[in-house]
């Protein structure tokens, strides 16, 4: 079975710093994608980053980028920069490229700027 | 291009009635799945729908809960005889094919059950 383990519940930091959320994974399957996703108090989710696992390139989206290391099975985000409207909760996802390319959540981490 | 819509977006319900929540993809989407986020956790993946299809529904209740995406109209996840422990957030997501990297979520209902 395919699991997704996220071990901070809560991060704080202070507006223009940077932060790191932790991400690993456990899965057999050699092809797959995963992602960042943002949910503010909206509730909507907000695509941040996806990474293809066969690409060693780490994927970046402006202040947002990627730690990628695949035989550690590990992905985490790095937010630089942060902005208060970057205040939310920040779910790491995985998705195999068979199947029905469902997603496999993680519990999500609250990450709060402080001005 | 209208994104995926949700409704309603709050619904209230007694227990023992029933839950009908509504899902539209995107224009051009085919398939959707369906993820119930409980409180103060991650979405969990419940039923993955093509038109008129239910491709993989390992993640939904046995009891109770069922969905259909007919060829016309939007998909509907419905819950019969709701119970407390219902209360949640469910998420919608469309894609244009199973072969796709990405899945596009609309805003969500809450379901709240008295």
């Known amino acids: 079975a395919q699991t997704v383990t996220q071990s901070q519940p809560e991060m704080s930091v202070q507006e223009a710093e940077t932060v790191t959320l932790s991400c690993t994974y456990d899965?057999?399957?050699?092809?797959?994608?995963l992602f960042w996703y943002k949910q503010p108090p909206s509730r909507q989710m907000i695509l941040v980053i996806r990474?293809?696992?066969?690409?060693?390139q780490n994927a970046t989206e402006n202040r947002f980028s990627v730690n990628f290391q695949k035989a550690a099975k590990s992905f985490s985000l790095k937010i630089s920069d942060s902005q208060l409207g970057d205040t939310a909760m920040y779910f790491c996802?995985?998705?195999?490229?068979?199947?029905?390319?469902?997603?496999?959540f993680g519990t999500g981490t609250r990450l709060k700027v402080l001005a | 291009n209208a994104g995926v819509m949700q409704n309603p977006r709050h619904l209230v319900r007694r227990r023992g009635q029933e839950a009908r929540l509504r899902c539209s993809p995107m224009?051009?989407?085919?398939?959707v799945y369906w993820y119930r986020q409980l409180p103060e956790e991650g979405l969990k993946f419940m039923v993955y729908?093509?038109?008129?299809?239910?491709?993989?529904e390992s993640g939904m209740p046995k009891e109770r809960f069922s969905a259909e995406f007919p060829k016309e109209g939007p998909s509907i996840l419905r819950i019969q005889q709701v119970v407390r422990g219902d209360s949640a957030a469910y998420f919608c997501?469309?894609?244009?094919?199973?072969?796709?990297?990405?899945?596009?979520f609309g805003p969500g209902t809450r379901l709240t059950v008295l």
């Open positions: 997501a469309s894609s244009p094919g199973r072969v796709y990297n990405e899945q596009f």
């Open positions: 899965t057999s399957e050699s092809n797959y994608y």
């Open positions: 990474q293809e696992a066969y690409k060693q």
């Open positions: 996802a995985f998705m195999v490229t068979s199947g029905t390319y469902k997603y496999i």
């Open positions: 224009k051009g989407h085919s398939h």
């Open positions: 729908l093509q038109k008129e299809n239910i491709i993989d």
